[in-house]
């Protein structure tokens, strides 16, 4: 009994001992390295997603990321948004990317299909990917005063539309923790998929009216 009890006790200060030795400032977050955005390109659908601050796609999240013959990557996404509180629809948003000083951080303007989904100028950086199977993405719109986020998005991608391999959900959660983001996700449904898998979407569709809260 007394020896459990010491091995809980070990346990928790391992665990408080790593939180303290984290650093979460975001100018020392580690990205991708030598990044490939060839190899990035394609389809990636997103099976987890930290949710910033304000509107933004909820979930059934399907994005299309191109490269052009000069090097400029662009991309597309669909996804499910809720509209004024009680729209919900499978929202087409659209992207471009400008180049940093490093190759796997750029600053992504975005816009969607209707002119009442949400426009912005974000980070776009990738922690980590294989290119083949998962792909971790990090965005900071606001630091803190002591050079942590304060208001962060992130979306674990996946190849393939049923989810991560099991050998990729170790170095995910190996991520997420190194972002200072592990426990923050959420899983993402798929629905939207029903109506948009293999087609041109230039217009948002409607899937039903909310419930008003």
């Not at 601050?53 to 979930?59: A, K, P, T």
């Not at 000083?101 to 002119?115: E, L, Q, R, T």
């Not at 798929?190 to 979407?201: F, N, P, Q, R």
Request: with cysteine; proline share 2%; glycine share 6%.
């Amino acid at each position: 009994c007394v020896r459990g009890i010491m091995l809980r006790y070990i346990v928790a200060f391992c665990l408080l001992a790593v939180c303290w030795a984290q650093d979460c400032q975001v100018d020392n977050i580690q990205v991708m390295q030598n990044f490939n955005r060839t190899k990035y390109a394609g389809t990636w659908y997103a099976v987890a997603k930290k949710d910033p601050v304000g509107l933004f796609l909820l979930d059934n999240i399907v994005a299309q990321f191109n490269i052009a013959e000069d090097g400029q990557m662009t991309a597309t996404a669909e996804g499910r948004v809720i509209i004024l509180q009680q729209w919900e629809l499978c929202a087409h948003m659209f992207a471009t990317f400008e180049d940093t000083y490093d190759p796997a951080k750029f600053k992504m303007k975005y816009w969607g299909a209707a002119a009442n989904l949400q426009t912005g100028y974000d980070d776009h950086w990738v922690i980590s990917t294989d290119y083949d199977n998962y792909a971790v993405h990090y965005a900071c719109r606001e630091k803190g005063y002591d050079g942590t986020c304060i208001d962060s998005y992130s979306f674990v991608f996946s190849r393939h539309p049923t989810g991560l391999r099991p050998e990729d959900q170790y170095i995910v959660t190996q991520k997420k923790q190194e972002i200072c983001l592990l426990g923050k996700y959420r899983r993402l449904s798929d629905a939207c998929l029903l109506y948009l898998a293999g087609k041109e979407v230039s217009q948002p569709l409607l899937l039903y009216q909310a419930k008003s809260s």
